[in-house]
Structure formats: structure tokens, C-alpha cells
Antibody, heavy 121, light 107 residues
Framework: EVQLVESGGGLVQPGGSLRLSCSAS????????MHWVRQAPGKGLEYVSV????????YYGDSVKGRFTTSRDNSKNTLYLQMNSLRTEDTAVFYC??????????????WGQGTLVTVSS | EIVLTQSPATLSLSPGERATLSCRAS??????LAWYQQKPGQAPRLLIY???NRATGIPARFSGSGSGTDFTLTISSLEPGDFAVYYC?????????FGQGTKLEIK
């Protein structure tokens, strides 16, 4: 059974930093790209980043480019999101998402339950 | 950035009725379009990928169609558990984007 468990969310002041983790199990982590997608309270879904299976390539949404960095440790089956220079508008639930893979490549497939990040003074 | 526009914003129907949700892209996304269902307090669930393929475990009453810029998600006969928010998503060009969602509510 695929499981994605996010952690590291919480309350942080504007300008602060936070690192999210996503622990993966139930599938061969090294074979799949991964996404971070966020959802502000009561709002829709917004892409944060994608990273390929070996961690060699990552892409970012315009609103987080230069502030957030995604990485992975395939030896630990764990995905990370380092968030710096946080703003109040970054307040959201952050989801870790496994891609579908195969011919459908980067389609977001299985989602974790999310971790809430609140940026407030 | 490719903008996905979903319509209607809210759809009010009764169990047993047919639901038709639309997603229009600002430029062609070929068939690289997916649909997701999200219930309150839950993570999204993949329903349809690459325009018309049902994801694992998704009932046959959910179907997708379209290509290029116009796509449709159809639920043939609504069940109580189908009332939720539905999002479309494109993976044709980075940045990938989602539509703003259609809320399917009980009439």
C-alpha cells in the first residue's frame, strides 16, 4: 500500500524558514518523480515544485522560485522541501504527491494527507 | 502559463442525475489533462488521466473526454459520495496548472 506522510509544518514568522519532509513507502521510491502541491485555506490547488526520480532535475512555480528548494534522499525514501523567506501568502496545506509514471509520466497520482504551514507574526 | 477555466463554478444536482463538468485550456494541452476529486478535509484523488483513462479503482460512472483545449468530466449517475470539488490539471507545459475547481453540491 502506497503511503506518503508529510511532516515539518507549523507556525513560522514572516521571513522565517521551515523544512518539510515526506516519508514514502509501499512503492519503489527511486523510480518515481515527486511533486509538492499546496492549497491555501479555502482555495484551490497550486503547484510548488516537481523533482525527477534521481533528484537531478527540479522545477518550481513562479511564486516560490528562488525561495524554495526541493530535494530527495533516495536512501531514506524521503522527499524534502526547504522553504526560506516565507511570506504570509505561503500559508497553506502542503501535499507531497507521487507521479503516476509510465507513459503518463508526471501526472500527479497518489497524494499524502498534507501538512499545514502557517506564516504569521 | 496555461490557464485552465472550469465551468460551472457550482453545479447543483440530485443523486441519480448526470453531471457534466467542463475544463477549457488557454492553449492546447493535447491529451495531457487529468481530473481530481477532493472532499472536505481530504487530499485530492486522481479520477481520470490523459483525458479519458480512469485511474485504478475509479468506478465506470466517471468518464473523461476531449482533447486540445476543451475537456469534459461526466458522472453518469450521481451517488451521495460524489458530491465534492473537482479540479482539472494539465501537464503539457511547465508550470503545470490546475483549474479553479467546480463544486458539485446536492440540490
Amino acid at each position: 500500500e502506497v503511503q506518503l506522510v508529510e511532516s515539518g509544518g507549523g507556525l513560522v514568522q514572516p521571513g522565517g524558514s521551515l523544512r518539510l519532509s515526506c516519508s514514502a513507502s509501499g512503492f519503489t521510491f527511486t523510480k518515481y518523480g515527486m511533486h509538492w502541491v499546496r492549497q491555501a485555506p479555502g482555495k484551490g490547488l497550486e503547484y510548488v515544485s516537481v523533482i525527477n526520480d534521481n533528484g537531478g532535475s527540479a522545477y518550481y512555480g513562479d511564486s516560490v522560485k528562488g525561495r524554495f528548494t526541493t530535494s530527495r534522499d533516495n536512501s531514506k525514501n524521503t522527499l524534502y522541501l526547504q522553504m526560506n523567506s516565507l511570506r504570509t501568502e505561503d500559508t497553506a496545506v502542503f501535499y507531497c504527491v507521487k507521479v503516476l509514471g509510465g507513459g503518463s509520466g508526471w501526472t500527479p497520482d497518489f497524494w499524502g494527507q498534507g501538512t499545514l504551514v502557517t506564516v504569521s507574526s | 502559463e496555461i490557464v485552465l477555466t472550469q465551468s460551472p463554478a457550482t453545479l447543483s444536482l440530485s443523486p441519480g442525475e448526470r453531471a457534466t463538468l467542463s475544463c477549457r485550456a488557454s492553449q492546447s494541452v493535447s491529451s495531457y489533462l487529468a481530473w481530481y476529486q477532493q472532499k472536505p478535509g481530504q487530499a485530492p484523488r486522481l479520477l481520470i488521466y490523459d483525458a479519458f483513462n480512469r485511474a485504478t479503482g475509479i468506478p465506470a460512472r466517471f468518464s473523461g473526454s476531449g482533447s486540445g483545449t476543451d475537456f469534459t468530466l461526466t458522472i453518469s449517475s450521481l451517488e451521495p459520495g460524489d458530491f465534492a470539488v473537482y479540479y482539472c490539471h494539465q501537464r503539457s507545459n511547465w508550470p503545470y496548472t490546475f483549474g479553479q475547481g467546480t463544486k458539485l453540491e446536492i440540490k
